[in-house]
Every structure is written in structure tokens, then in C-alpha cells.
């Protein structure tokens, strides 16, 4: 849903209470005496030893390093539970299912979860009544309070937790500088071009799936475009896909915009060229328009 009505309403929750988003996350579970071994020989983060209760930053890479999934891990005992952007809940579930071979471990389909943000979220969650929720992750937007709600409805949180749509959401997640897989980074994404890989992947691990590409990038190597944030010069709101041009030359592409009460101006995310520098000017075209914006270095905010 783009809105329950006001989006500068919803948009202030975010950043001044607490508001509930649904539907942009799902939640895998993986569990049994083999689960951690399983996970730790795929996934770009060290989970030997991960503590119960402790919520990491991970990757789900291709044979050839390149991104599958974002995910948020967490360990409870013999299960660990994966979060990841909607979208690709199916696609994790069939990845580690091709690898499930010989081990004592379940793969559970995709379980929807509640995003809860705002500065008023570890309230909200301290205030809850036992059993409304299985879990509440904690996992950070940018300087924002989010945690992760396992086994919830909406309609068992307080009353002035605010619903939140996509338009207010989207415009917090870019401000944030947190790119969602399948719509800012895809399966063609090399982790490195989606941003700083330090608390997502392990450089002193055992072997990992896609492990040589990140590890060849890491230690002599570059790549030639990054996410960077976009802040437009003009009340435009060029669709996504949109060229990023500089010298009547394409550098980039618009891949999420959205308006931001808090820059002040229309924003967006992009893949651009590495020359492009932070601070640069660029134009955006797109068949029936063009703007103004300035490079930016993120989070936006």
C-alpha cells in the first residue's frame, strides 16, 4: 500500500515516534545440530560461535560473488533466523536448499515480519504484552531504532504505533542509504558496489559461496560504480531507471527516489561510475523530463 492516508503523517512517525511497516521484510528460519556449520560454509559473515540473541550483517552471494540476498542474521540455540527484503524470501529458501546435502538441519519457508522504526521502537517493544511477539530483532536504519517482529500483527501493537505505507517508508529507507535487493542491487551486484561491506563480511573466514571475488576486490582490486545518493536541484520526481548523465555521457542509473521532508528536496538512490566523485553536479533524463542533482556521499541524512 503507497499510504493509509497521510504520508507526511506516517513519514513524521518514522522519524519522530514510532511507525509499522508491513510486507518489506520476511523472515527464514534454518534449524537442527548442523545449522550453524551449514550457514557459515554459504553465507559472507562468521557465525562460528555467534552468541544467542546476537543480530549480524550478512550476504548470500552466487558461485561467481555476485549478491543474492541482504540479509540480518541471528542465532537462538540450533535455529538461526534470516531476514531478508521481501522479494528474495523465495529465492533464499531455494539457494540453500540446493546445498542442503547430508546434514540434520530444516529450511522453513518464508514467514512475513513487521518492520517497527522509530526513535519510540525500543518503547514500544519494552511495553509489549508477553506472547504478542515471537521475537523482536533489532537491526538499525541508519541513525533510526528498527527491530524486526517475528510472529505479530499490526493490530496487537499499540494503538499509536502508526501504520506506515511505501511512500513514507521508501523515502526513510534512501535517506538511510539502505539499498533493497531486486530494486537498487540485483544479481548482477558485486557487494562492494552496494556500499561498505565491513559488517556484512568476514576477511578472516573459512572459504564462503563467492568468496574469491570479494576477497580479490578487497585486497587489489576496485569496482567501477557505486550506490551513492542523489539530491535533486529541482521538485522533479524522475521514475526509476532513469539516466544519471554527465557530459551527455551515462554514468549511472536512478534505481529509488522519493521526496524527503528532512533534505528538503527530492532524493534518490543510483549505481554511478566510480569518477563521479560525491559533490559532483549531474543531470537525470528519462523520455519526458530531466533534473538537476548533486551527487552525494550516504546515509542522506
Not at 528460519?29 to 555467534?50: C, I, K, M, N, W
Not at 510472529?151 to 529507507?173: E, F, Q, W
Not at 587489489?220 to 539516466?243: F, I, K, Q, S, Y
Amino acid at each position: 500500500m503507497d499510504s493509509y492516508g497521510d504520508v507526511t503523517g506516517e513519514y513524521q512517525a518514522l522519524h519522530r515516534s514510532a511507525g509499522v511497516v508491513d510486507g518489506a521484510h520476511v523472515l527464514v528460519r534454518v534449524a537442527g545440530p548442523d545449522a550453524e556449520t551449514f550457514l557459515d560454509s554459504l553465507l559472507s559473515q562468521d557465525l562460528g560461535g555467534l552468541a544467542d540473541g546476537t543480530v549480524v550483517r550478512s550476504l548470500l552471494l552466487g558461485p561467481r560473488g555476485k549478491l543474492r540476498a541482504l540479509l540480518w542474521v541471528v542465532r537462538f540455540g540450533d535455529e538461526f533466523l534470516l531476514v531478508s527484503d521481501a522479494a528474495t524470501g523465495p529465492s533464499v529458501v531455494e539457494d540453500l536448499a540446493r546445498f542442503k546435502l547430508r546434514v540434520q538441519l530444516e529450511i522453513g519457508e518464508p514467514e512475513p515480519v513487521l518492520d517497527l522504526i522509530g526513535p519510540d521502537s525500543a518503547a514500544v517493544v519494552d511495553g509489549l504484552d508477553e506472547g504478542t511477539v515471537e521475537r523482536a530483532i533489532p537491526a538499525p536504519l541508519g541513525v533510526l531504532s528498527r527491530y524486526f517482529l517475528v510472529g505479530a500483527s499490526a493490530d496487537d501493537l499499540a494503538t499509536d504505533v502508526r501504520p506506515v505505507g511505501r511512500l513514507a517508508s521508501t523515502a526513510v529507507r534512501v535517506e538511510m542509504g539502505e539499498p533493497a535487493m531486486g530494486r537498487d542491487v540485483d544479481e548482477s551486484t558485486i557487494p562492494q558496489e552496494a556500499g561498505d561491506v565491513a559488517e556484512s563480511v568476514s576477511f578472516t573466514k573459512g572459504c564462503y559461496l563467492g568468496q574469491e571475488l570479494v576477497a580479490r576486490i578487497d585486497s587489489r582490486g576496485h569496482v567501477n560504480r557505486h550506490l551513492r545518493g542523489l539530491v535533486l536541484t529541482e521538485n522533479a520526481l524522475p521514475p526509476d531507471g532513469a539516466e544519471i548523465v554527465v557530459d551527455d555521457a551515462p554514468v549511472g542509473t536512478i534505481t529509488s527516489v522519493s521526496e524527503s521532508l528532512t533534505v528538503g528536496a527530492p532524493i534518490g538512490l543510483g549505481l554511478i561510475r566510480r569518477e563521479v566523485e560525491p559533490g559532483s553536479p549531474v543531470e537525470i533524463r528519462w523520455p519526458t523530463g530531466n533534473a538537476q542533482a548533486e551527487v552525494r556521499t550516504l546515509p542522506l541524512v
